[in-house]
């Protein structure tokens, strides 16, 4: 998503939002947020053909982010919708780990049921191996 746009669902300025980036751009590496190009900025496209009016009036390149530039952007900002954004993302990461912790749980209960039941069935696993190379062994012929 790009700045303007982000400014506007966060509740702040654009130009507030570009300075508070600026001021922690240790916080947004390149893969979570990059700076158009002029290049890129010149061959802008929208859906509907070339969209001129993006390109008037900006003096900087607009900043593009990633999904985890979003979530970096809602810690960086001071405005209440980014507070309370950060404070959701804060809570889903908080359950996600939570959940993984359940997964392993089970997991290993189900290797251990795995390990169990191998030994149970070995031999009925032996049975199957004996019929499949009976099954190979050339039959003798009855008759003439």
């Given amino acids: 998503m790009l700045d303007r746009d982000l400014a506007e669902l966060y509740g702040v300025e654009t130009g507030q939002l570009k300075r508070s980036v600026r001021r922690n751009i240790e916080r947004f590496p390149k893969d979570f947020m990059f700076e158009l190009t ?8 929208c859906q509907f053909g070339t969209s001129s009016s993006i390109k008037m ?12 530039g979003l979530a970096m952007l809602s810690s960086v900002l ?15 990461f908080n359950r996600l780990r939570q959940m993984l912790a359940s997964h392993k749980a089970l997991k290993r209960k189900i290797e251990d049921m795995e390990a169990k039941y191998d030994k149970q069935f ?7 191996k004996q019929l499949l190379e009976e099954n190979g062994k050339p039959k003798r ?3 003439f």
Wanted: aromatic share 8%; proline share 2%; glycine share 4%.
């Fill in 57 to 68: 009036g900006l003096r900087y390149s607009p900043m593009a982010f990633k999904e985890q």
């Fill in 141 to 143: 012929k009855i008759g």
């Fill in 38 to 45: 002029k290049e890129e900025l010149e061959n802008w496209r």
């Fill in 78 to 92: 001071n405005s209440k919708r980014a507070i309370k954004v950060n404070i959701q993302i804060m809570r889903v």
């Fill in 122 to 128: 070995q031999i009925v696993f032996e049975a199957i």
